[in-house]
């Protein structure tokens, strides 16, 4: 495949853009080759810069859930351009999808619209803080929550109480109050609360892990988070931006049969526009400001466009909720497949699933812990990833990010697919002789 219109909009971008993206996974560092620029895409299909055609599997990270350019997410776009983009002023497009949300997803009784996931799960963490007086935020190991200071660690030296940044720029003072925790790590857990439980303000988490490559929560560890956090005064927070309205309407709430306190949302709440919000219990949302004294602000926050592509998408999952069960069908079939095109070429790999999110990590497994999804075999992802890039199938540039299937991945995708994998998986193993 010739990718030279990408390889010189890469070398003009390194010029003006740092690592010549806009986001650092775009760069296509961990599959070591310079990353493809797209130009267009069509339901399951991405075209690139040079024409050649893909079937995606990054799907944005997420928010195409209907597929790429669909028509029932842009309906009626012309109309709001018409009408006027920003006003400063509020709008009955905010109501609309605010109350949508809070239809399919009861927990979050008052929404606050802002622009990314990762506003949202910096003024949940403010909001906590400020709703409980308290200062301490409890994270896990491999979730990753955007790129807000306060999230930005991991766990130290093996001690509670020291982390350490995973960015430079982060004073000591922004990261000391964030504890860190082992992801599906009760004993880890009942020992952060024994120690400090009456500090911690919220508990944040991803409830089905989608930052480490597709990780599930044990039965157990919610069940912990559920009874300590409410032992001890901790509000629990749902970072819902990859699984809220993927896993089903209610996303892993529903799922899993919980109520967290607080729920962070962004990527399909926005169609594919930038978009986040966080809600939850109306004693809480009323701190936020003007309501309360908890501050937060945005130019361009609820901003029409953003609303009205995310109305038109939860409203057409509200209406079609079979969506979720073909989106299931479909990574089931793509699942059994991997397995078999790994074992047949004699390959080890532990496919992770859950709804239409997976991640085939490079390992026995299981993997069920942050340690687990780190004795991945990165080489040969990178060796996967290049072969299935050359068959026309286009996966998340790294092993631990998942792959998200959407409406209109079909059957024969998903066959052409599990070929490509068949061919993918021998080179990976030529590659370990
Ligand atoms: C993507 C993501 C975020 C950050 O959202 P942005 O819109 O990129 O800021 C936060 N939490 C989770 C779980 C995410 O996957």
């Given at each position: 495949m010739n990718r030279n219109r990408s390889a010189a909009l890469y070398e003009a971008s390194r010029e003006v853009l740092p690592g010549g993206v806009?986001?650092?996974?775009?760069?296509?560092?961990?599959?070591?080759?310079?990353?493809?620029?797209?130009?267009?895409?069509?339901?399951?299909r991405i075209v690139d810069a040079d024409g050649n055609e893909y079937l995606d599997y990054i799907s944005?990270?997420?928010?195409?859930?209907?597929?790429?350019?669909?028509?029932?997410?842009?309906?009626?776009?012309?109309?709001?351009?018409?009408?006027?983009?920003?006003?400063?002023?509020?709008?009955?497009?905010?109501?609309?999808?605010?109350?949508?949300?809070?239809?399919?997803?009861?927990?979050?009784e008052m929404i606050r619209m802002v622009n990314s996931g990762t506003e949202a799960t910096m003024s949940a963490i403010r909001l906590a803080r400020g709703f409980t007086g308290r200062d301490k935020i409890l994270k896990f190991?491999?979730?990753?929550?955007?790129?807000?200071?306060?999230?930005?660690?991991?766990?130290?030296?093996?001690?509670l109480t020291f982390n350490t940044p995973t960015s430079k720029g982060l004073p000591k003072a922004m990261i000391q109050d964030t504890l860190v925790a082992q992801y599906n790590g009760v004993h880890e857990l009942k020992d952060v609360f024994a120690n400090m439980g009456d500090q911690i303000a919220a508990v944040i988490l991803e409830p089905v892990a989608g930052n480490m490559g597709v990780?599930?929560?044990?039965?157990?560890?919610?069940?912990e988070l559920e009874r300590l956090t409410k032992e001890n005064g901790a509000l629990l927070i749902f970072d819902e931006v990859i699984t809220g309205f993927r896993l089903g309407l209610e996303g892993a709430a529903g799922l899993f049969?919980?109520?967290?306190?607080?729920?962070?949302?962004?990527?399909?709440?926005?169609?594919?526009l930038p978009v986040g919000a966080y809600g939850g219990r109306r004693e809480i949302m009323e701190h936020v400001s003007?309501?309360?004294?908890?501050?937060?602000?945005?130019?361009l926050s609820g901003n029409p466009l953003a609303m009205h592509l995310g109305w038109n998408l939860l409203n057409?999952?509200?209406?079609?909720?079979?969506?979720?069960?073909?989106?299931?069908?479909?990574?089931?079939?793509?699942?059994?497949?991997?397995?078999?095109?790994?074992?047949?070429?004699?390959?080890?790999?532990?496919?992770?699933?859950?709804?239409?999110m997976l991640s085939p990590f490079m390992t026995v497994?299981?993997?069920?812990?942050?340690?687990?999804?780190?004795?991945?075999d990165t080489q040969q992802y990178e060796v996967f990833f290049k072969a299935m890039l050359e068959e026309g199938i286009l996966l998340p540039p790294s092993q631990y990010e998942g792959w998200f299937l959407s409406a209109s991945h079909s059957r024969e995708d998903v066959q052409r697919t599990i070929q490509a994998a068949q061919i993918a998986f021998q080179q990976v193993k030529e590659m370990a002789k």
């Open positions: 806009n986001s650092p996974v775009r760069a296509f560092g961990s599959v070591g080759m310079p990353p493809i620029f797209a130009a267009r895409a069509k339901g399951s944005s990270w997420g928010p195409m859930i209907l597929g790429h350019a669909s028509s029932i997410v842009h309906q009626g776009v012309e109309e709001v351009f018409d009408a006027g983009i920003s006003y400063g002023l509020p709008t009955g497009k905010e109501l609309d999808l605010a109350r949508l949300i809070r239809e399919l997803y009861p927990a979050a190991e491999g979730c990753y929550h955007g790129h807000y200071d306060g999230l930005l660690v991991k766990s130290g030296s093996g001690t990780v599930a929560p044990t039965k157990e560890f919610l069940q049969g919980m109520k967290p306190d607080l729920v962070c949302f962004g990527k399909i709440i926005g169609g594919g003007p309501l309360g004294g908890v501050y937060q602000a945005g130019t057409h999952l509200k209406a079609d909720p079979g969506i979720y069960d073909r989106m299931e069908d479909m990574a089931k079939l793509l699942e059994a497949g991997l397995i078999d095109a790994a074992t047949k070429a004699g390959v080890e790999i532990t496919v992770n699933r859950i709804g239409g497994g299981p993997v069920t812990t942050f340690s687990q999804v780190m004795t991945s």
